[in-house]
């Protein structure tokens, strides 16, 4: 079984910045890739980035480029997801996924990844 931990979430100022953290554990190979979606109250869990892990290819949402980027640390199998530029409707549960699966679907959807962290809250006031 794979566990996936998020730290890094919080409160801050529009325009602020944060950086999140998800801590991979329970294989001894990498995952195929691993990405962040986020969820807002009343609305669908959607996509903002993924990473594939050997090659570093990133994907970022339309809504998010030039603000936030995706990263990894092979070392301490950790995705990070910087955030720029913060802004009210930003706010949301942040939650990290992983694949440990091949498959030609695209990764900005729910259901390519097999493993969910619980997800952290990042509160972004006016």
């Known amino acids: 079984q794979v566990h996936l931990v998020e730290t890094g979430g919080g409160l801050v100022q529009a325009g602020g910045s944060l950086r999140l953290s998800c801590a991979a554990s329970?294989?001894?190979?990498?995952?195929?890739?691993m990405g962040w979606f986020r969820q807002a109250p009343g609305k669908e869990r959607e996509f903002v980035a993924a990473i594939r892990w050997t090659s570093g290819t990133t994907w970022h949402a339309d809504f998010v480029k030039g603000r936030f980027t995706i990263s990894r640390d092979n070392a301490k199998n950790t995705v990070y997801l910087q955030m720029n530029t913060l802004k009210p409707e930003d706010t949301a549960v942040y939650s990290c996924a992983a694949t440990y699966r091949y498959s030609n679907t695209h990764y900005n959807i729910t259901a390519r990844f097999e493993f969910w962290g619980q997800g952290t809250q990042v509160t972004v006031a006016s």
């Open positions: 329970g294989r001894t190979f990498w995952p195929v890739a």
